[in-house]
């Protein structure tokens, strides 16, 4: 996965990887921007702090992040 930063908590989510992770029933079948998994995440209650085109960084754990976009549960 992207880069986590453990002092801050930040990790940078990549278009590729979000697109890649995105296993859930409400993925749409062309490839949707950053804002997308932005929204996604802060409906969940994440905080995102930066997007860009090509990625986007929240304030939150990679396994976290997986777990949305999977909808499954890191340890199974």
């Known amino acids: ?12 989510l990549t278009a590729a990887e979000a697109r890649h992770y995105h296993r859930t029933a409400d993925r749409p079948v062309a490839p949707p921007p950053m804002r997308y998994y932005a929204d996604k995440l ?3 209650g994440f ?5 860009s085109e090509d990625a ?12 949305v976009l999977s909808g499954q ?4």
């Open 73 to 76: 549960h890191p340890f199974l």
């Open 47 to 51: 905080d995102v702090i930066a997007i």
């Open 42 to 44: 802060q409906q969940l």
């Open 56 to 67: 986007l960084e929240v304030k939150a754990t990679p396994d976290e992040v997986w777990e």
């Open 1 to 12: 996965m992207g880069d986590y930063d453990r002092e801050s908590g930040i990790f940078k």
